[in-house]
């Protein structure tokens, strides 16, 4: 038994040793390699930032989601693509922009005039005619009325009646609406346009006479105003775009810098919640004071009514304050917990500047990009329809004038691709605002499961966008599509209410507009939920479906901590808003009245332009801070249930760690409380 110990124990020193060497090999994999599976102690654990390594928060490695969705969306593209392609070879954009002249033709298209391009008025009653070029020069002061040499320099119809004693002298054509004086003008979009619309003044100041009280000078007087303001906003264009954009900005981050300054947060926060209480407390006291007051004057000088009056007031001001406590202290702990959410969404935009300003930049880009050539397709589209020619009557006491109009027919299937055109462009506009909204979150994800916060900087904001790039832009086309699908709908709606709804009842347009307001009731409904699951994705990497069914209960589960964090969050923004709005205005107007006073005449609408541009960055802004705040909040729940029973592990920080510490002590003491009995 000896012998056979030994010769065991042999045998085992080369496994040992073979083990010894594969666990070497495997570290020096795991140097090259770094993952959860090479992490052994807790503290290397407690160490590893896997989420800037393509890893999720329970060490698991990323998958793409919702492929299927992402080719769906590029067939889409395809599509559209297909169509306006197609529609730029039949499509004739003159169709559209050509005028109508006396006869019902469009200039530059239908075939006696297909070499005139130019519409030009012809006619009082705003009859046009087509021409090749427009007059460069203005004869109404220079036509002699009963000269026939003076004919050539009026604009005149093709046919003209040649069997009337008076077809030879202008004023008789002009007067029948045969001809019409020259009148300078430039080519827009195929239309003459004067160059110099005070002509007008000219003519009805020569021959027409005007009352003291109507004199036509001081009529056009107020263009002077209107030239002021314009040279006003010229001069300080450099100025309102330099202030309303970059001043906004820096201030915008001022209020984040300081937000992540926890006395000055919770000072904030705290000082006006209580002072709201308090405030309610003081209006309930003093309205009872002044019951006492008026019961006490002698002789009585207020009415029953004014004091019953008071004492009501007396106590609707006392049971708001009363119930504003109780809602402080049934929230305690969840507006400790809103706190930290801001303090830490604030820390995340300041590591993070980028993510401010490349997100919005990239959206804009994407949606200009997919816009222009959509606009183009869709006229040419739009310019492949047949025409048909129409005439309305316009009736002016005894005198009826007709004008003509065109009129667009299409077929079947060219309203059905015009259908698909639009499902695309909502499609895509909403795939567009949906990767806004989902690299937000995974860079704030980024942030939340790093363990080490100097990791994070701009190229954070690089690596979300990779990682929703590479395996989440299907889930993206997924939620788009479903709000896609919804403004189909409510397109749908609308056109059946304005051009299916003739000859229907007021009860049917009455459906049809509850109807409506019920659609965009549901795409909100959508659109939260869409953006709940976008971070559910981000945190976990889920599909779609399952992101959405989590992100559901999670709310359910959750709704008192995201009813305190939306209040909290939307009365911070409110004050941010408010003072980047005036901080810039007030700064503009100071250096524009102490320093470049001389430059402008008046400073009102250049100061209301930098708080109109300041008011945009501002909503801008903030509304990232608003889903920073929701997008740390699932972080957080989502960090609370992983490290339940060990809440050491856990990635928060700050008072986010000192919540979950507190919570966890309380659950352990409920754990053994309940073992003892």
Known sequence: QQKMGSSKSKEKEPEAAADTDNKSDDKEKGKDDVSPENVDSAAEKKQF??????????????????????????????????????????????????????????????????TKFMWNIVAIDGAGVCLKNCPTESTWNTVGWFDPDDIDMLVCKDTTNSTAWWRDYP?????????????????????????????????????????????????????????????DIWSSRYYILGFGFGGAVFMAYTYTYLMRIPIITKTVVWGSIWGIFFFALGLAGYAHYTVGVYKAEVPMVRTPSEI??????????????????????????????????????????????????????????????????WVIYCIMMAA?????????????????????????????????????????????????????QIITAMCLCCFFFTRDKSKIGNSTVLWGIFLVIRYHMGTVAFGACIV????????????????????????????????QCFMACIERCIKYINFNAYIQTCIWGTSFCTSAYNAFWLIFRNIARIAAVTGVTHFLAFIG???????????????????????????????FLVALIASAVAIMFFEVFGMGTTVLLQCFIADEEMNKETPEDCFADGDLRKYLNKNGKSRKKKKTAAAAK
């Open 384 to 436: 492949s329809g047949d025409i048909v020619v129409k005439q309305a009557g316009i009736t002016d006491d005894d005198n009826a004038i007709q004008v003509n109009y065109k009129s667009f027919q299409y077929t079947t299937q060219q309203k059905r691709e015009a259908w698909f055109m639009l499902f695309g462009y909502f499609w895509t506009s909403e795939f567009i605002v949906a990767m806004g």
């Open 484 to 515: 896609a699908i919804v403004r189909l709908i409510r397109a749908y709606i609308t056109y059946l209410e304005k051009y299916a709804g003739g000859g229907n009842t007021r009860l049917k347009k009455m459906i049809l507009r509850c109807l």
């Open 577 to 607: 808003k408010l003072a980047v709005i005036l901080g810039t205005a007030g700064s503009f107007y100071y250096t524009m009245d102490h320093y470049y006073a001389a430059m402008v005449s008046s400073l009102v609408v250049p100061t």
């Open 49 to 114: 930032d896997g989420f800037l390594s393509g890893y999720k928060p329970d060490g698991k490695r990323r998958k793409c989601t919702d492929c299927l969705c992402l080719l769906m969306v590029v067939a889409c593209w395809v599509g559209i693509t297909y169509l306006g392609m197609k529609a730029l070879e039949t499509g004739n954009p003159q169709k559209l922009i050509g005028g109508l002249d006396y006869k019902g033709r469009i200039c530059g298209y239908s075939r006696t005039v297909s």
């Open 308 to 373: 019953n009056m008071m004492e009501t007031l007396s106590i609707i001001f006392f049971g708001a304050s009363m119930a504003w406590l109780c809602i402080i202290l049934y929230l305690k702990d969840r507006l400790t917990l809103a706190i930290g959410l801001i303090i830490q969404t604030a820390k995340a935009l300041v590591s993070m500047p980028l993510l401010v300003i490349i997100v919005p930049v990239i959206q804009v880009i994407a949606y200009i990009l997919f816009t222009i050539p």
């Open 171 to 231: 004023f008789f054509l002009i007067l029948n609406g045969d001809c019409m004086f020259k009148f300078a003008s430039t080519d827009y979009l195929g239309f003459c346009v004067l160059n110099d619309m005070s002509i007008f003044t000219d003519i009805f100041t020569q021959y027409f006479s005007f009352d003291d009280g109507y004199n036509l000078d001081a009529v056009f007087e107020s263009t002077n105003y209107v030239t002021t303001i314009c040279g």
